[in-house]
C-alpha cells in the first residue's frame, strides 16, 4: 500500500508540473482520474514491486548521481580527445568486473552506469559479473569500476531489506 | 517564495548567460566530436563509444544551458524532465545495441594494433 500511495504522489507530481494547470477543476479531475486509473492499471498488472517503484533505493541514490555527473563529465573530455586527435591512439578489448550490487535495481543502475561514462559499455550481464568494451587501457581500469559498482551497492544495502 | 526566487532569477541575468554559453560552447563540442568520432573510429563497438559522448556531454550539457536560460519555472521544469529521462534511456539504447551486435557474435577489432582475434572464443 505504501508504494501504491508513493507511485500516486508521484504520477500527480508529474502530471502537475507537465500540465502546468493549478486552478482549472475540470483538467484537475481529469487530472485525478487519470493519475488514479494508472497506478490502478500498475497495481492489477502486479508490477508494483521494487523495481518499478525503487522506494528504498532514490534517497541514497541522489548523491551517488552528483558524483556520477562528474565521472561522466571527466570521461567525456578523454574520449573527446581520442575523436579529435590527429592519430587516435585506440585499443579496445573486452573486459568483465564483478557486480556488486545485488537488487535487479541495483543491477540495471551499475550497468547503465558504466554505459553512460563514454568510454565504457556494458555488453552482457550474467549472475555476477558484467562484460564490457573499453575504448582505450585507460578506461580498462577494473578497480575504478568496481569502485563504481561498490557505491551503487551501499546506495541499495538499506533498501535490500525493505524490498523483499 | 516563487517570487523572490523569479527575482534572483532575473537579477542574475548576466551569470546565467556566461555559464548557459559556456554549456552551450562544450555541448556543441562534444557533439561535433561525437559526430566525428563516428566516422573516424575504426569499428561498430568503438563508434558507439562516440555516440556515447553525443549522448551524454553534448545532449546534457545543451539541456543545462537552455535550463538557464528558461523563461518561467515550468519550461525549466520540463527542460529538467527532458534530461532526465534522456539519462535514465540513453544508456539502454546503447546497451540494446551492443547486447545485440554481442549475441550475434560481431566480432570486434581488439589491442593497440586494432586486428580481429584469428580463433574464436
Known sequence: MGRFIILVLALAALWLLLSGYFDKALLLGFGVVSVLFSAWLAKRAGVLDGDSVPTGLLPRILGYWVWLGGEIGKANLMVMRQALAVQPKLSPKFFTVPCPPRSSVGKATFANSITLTPGTVSVNLSENEILIHGLTEEFCDVAAITDMGERVARAESKSAGAAS | ?121
Request: aromatic share 14%.
Open chain 2, 1 to 121: 517564495m516563487i517570487d523572490l526566487i523569479g527575482n534572483i532569477w532575473s537579477e542574475l541575468e548576466l551569470a546565467r548567460d556566461i555559464l548557459s554559453w559556456a554549456c552551450f560552447i562544450f555541448g556543441g563540442l562534444a557533439v561535433v566530436s561525437g559526430a566525428l568520432g563516428i566516422v573516424r573510429f575504426p569499428d561498430f563497438y568503438t563508434r558507439l563509444h562516440a555516440a556515447g559522448v553525443t549522448d551524454t556531454g553534448g545532449a546534457e550539457m545543451i539541456l543545462i544551458g537552455m535550463l538557464l536560460q528558461s523563461p518561467t519555472w515550468i519550461v525549466a521544469v520540463k527542460l529538467f524532465f527532458i534530461g532526465t529521462f534522456l539519462f535514465f534511456t540513453s544508456p539502454v539504447a546503447t546497451h540494446a545495441i551492443a547486447h545485440s551486435a554481442w549475441m550475434v557474435g560481431f566480432k570486434p577489432l581488439e589491442g593497440p594494433e586494432l586486428k580481429y582475434r584469428e580463433n574464436g572464443e
